[in-house]
């Protein structure tokens, strides 16, 4: 972790929070049933991507060749260091814009700080986050804050993208081989640190790397190759974006559990018995369209359904030329691992085998 370039402050910013990034959002089953009936009206032709059927983010098209793209995301503190706090909220609400097969073009910070914040943490939270935009190829054009005791962070975004270009939730096909770009376990890590279990706090560091990086590279290598099924997997889990990915292409996702890769310490944590609020949430969310293999071990289950914080993008691509298009991403300096398939089912479901 780079160093901040101010001295980190004498309270630590998860201490002002019962929980942080992803596992902070409200659980997807609770968010399904607010949602219902939202975006049954006949939406206007333009709007490619809206509620009915949900996506990553919101598409607007304005001419044949373009389309607009807009999103935002934002969580109470996830680590103490003020940048690098600024770092991750960031990179986690651009990958909408990536996980749409986007650009990204501007961003607007959303900040709720507590008044006896330190201007100095404030500037540095800021500082991280224009950092990413930057690097993610926009500008931090603006933003809000409000008084908050609890504080949070995050960015409204705005991107660009071909309208035949988008990545879609809906873009699975039976055959498909999935791919995923980033390991899976900051979850049960943030969690099980708070806790001060050895294998979290010996795994953290990797973990806060992972959540910075962008999936900038991921999703322009996909966009290339003519990839049309993705999404980003954050606070539901890989199970629970699968079982989205499964719902919006009717289709039915096989997670190879021992497949899935994670963050050294991740599992140890989970055979301890952590688990997040969120975890909970997910696993009620998938509860009726999850079939767990016998033989699972109850520490990868945990894993499927941990929520993650700036996760990677989770890729449904043919078959024959699966190979080549991971070993494209893996050229670009993304890892990418093959973690399952689409299999034709008579109702979406998911399977962890």
């Given at each position: 972790?780079?160093?901040?370039?101010?001295?980190?402050?004498?309270?630590?910013?998860?201490?002002?929070?019962?929980?942080?990034?992803?596992?902070?959002?409200?659980?997807?089953?609770?968010?399904?049933?607010?949602?219902?009936?939202?975006?049954?009206?006949?939406?206007?032709?333009?709007?490619?991507?809206?509620?009915?059927?949900?996506?990553?983010?919101?598409?607007?098209?304005?001419?044949?060749?373009?389309?607009?793209?807009?999103?935002?995301?934002?969580?109470?503190?996830i680590v103490d260091d003020p940048t690098t706090f600024g770092e991750i909220a960031a990179a986690n609400a651009l990958s909408d814009v990536f996980a749409m097969g986007g650009?990204?073009?501007?961003?607007?910070?959303?900040?709720?700080?507590?008044?006896?914040?330190?201007?100095?943490?404030?500037?540095?939270?800021?500082?991280?986050?224009?950092?990413?935009?930057?690097?993610?190829?926009?500008?931090?054009?603006?933003?809000?804050?409000?008084?908050?005791?609890?504080?949070?962070?995050?960015?409204?975004?705005?991107?660009?993208?071909?309208?035949?270009?988008?990545?879609?939730?809906?873009?699975?096909?039976?055959?498909?081989?999935?791919?995923?770009?980033?390991?899976l376990g900051t979850g049960l890590l943030v969690s099980g640190r708070r806790q001060g279990l050895a294998p979290a706090v010996r795994g953290f560091d990797a973990a806060v790397?992972?959540?910075?990086?962008?999936?900038?590279?991921?999703?322009?290598?996909?966009?290339?190759?003519?990839?049309?099924?993705?999404?980003?997997?954050?606070?539901?889990?890989?199970?629970?974006?699968?079982?989205?990915?499964?719902?919006?292409?009717?289709?039915?996702?096989?997670?190879?559990?021992?497949?899935?890769?994670?963050?050294?310490?991740?599992?140890?944590?989970?055979?301890?018995?952590?688990?997040?609020?969120?975890?909970?949430?997910?696993?009620?969310?998938?509860?009726?369209?999850?079939?767990?293999?016998?033989?699972?071990?109850?520490?990868?289950?945990?894993?499927?359904?941990?929520?993650?914080?700036?996760?990677?993008?989770?890729?449904?691509?043919?078959?024959?030329?699966?190979?080549?298009?991971?070993?494209?991403?893996?050229?670009?300096?993304?890892?990418?691992?093959?973690?399952?398939?689409?299999?034709?089912?008579?109702?979406?479901?998911?399977?962890?085998?």
């Open positions: 972790m780079p160093p901040s370039d101010v001295e980190t402050p004498p309270v630590r910013l998860t201490d002002l929070t019962d929980c942080g990034g992803c596992a902070a959002k409200l659980g997807a089953d609770l968010l399904a049933e607010a949602l219902a009936g939202l975006g049954a009206e006949t939406p206007p032709a333009d709007l490619l991507v809206g509620l009915d059927p949900p996506d990553d983010a919101a598409v607007y098209q304005v001419s044949p060749d373009l389309a607009i793209v807009g999103t935002l995301d934002f969580f109470p503190p650009r990204v073009l501007f961003a607007l910070s959303i900040a709720a700080f507590p008044e006896e914040l330190p201007r100095e943490t404030m500037a540095a939270i800021f500082a991280g986050a224009s950092s990413k935009v930057a690097e993610a190829g926009g500008v931090l054009a603006g933003g809000h804050t409000i008084r908050d005791p609890e504080q949070k962070y995050g960015l409204a975004v705005t991107g660009a993208v071909h309208p035949d270009r988008l990545l879609r939730k809906g873009g699975g096909r039976p055959g498909h081989v999935l791919l995923l770009t980033k390991r790397e992972q959540m910075r990086e962008l999936n900038r590279t991921a999703s322009e290598v996909l966009v290339r190759e003519g990839i049309s099924g993705a999404t980003d997997v954050t606070g539901f889990g890989i199970v629970g974006h699968g079982l989205e990915m499964a719902r919006a292409s009717r289709t039915g996702f096989i997670f190879e559990a021992a497949s899935l890769p994670f963050i050294d310490g991740a599992l140890e944590v989970a055979a301890a018995g952590v688990e997040t609020g969120g975890a909970g949430h997910n696993r009620r969310f998938v509860r009726e369209a999850l079939t767990i293999a016998r033989g699972v071990p109850d520490e990868l289950v945990a894993l499927a359904v941990d929520p993650q914080t700036s996760g990677g993008l989770l890729a449904a691509v043919p078959a024959d030329p699966a190979d080549g298009v991971a070993a494209i991403v893996r050229a670009s300096g993304v890892e990418c691992w093959a973690v399952g398939r689409v299999e034709a089912a008579d109702e979406p479901a998911v399977v962890l085998e």
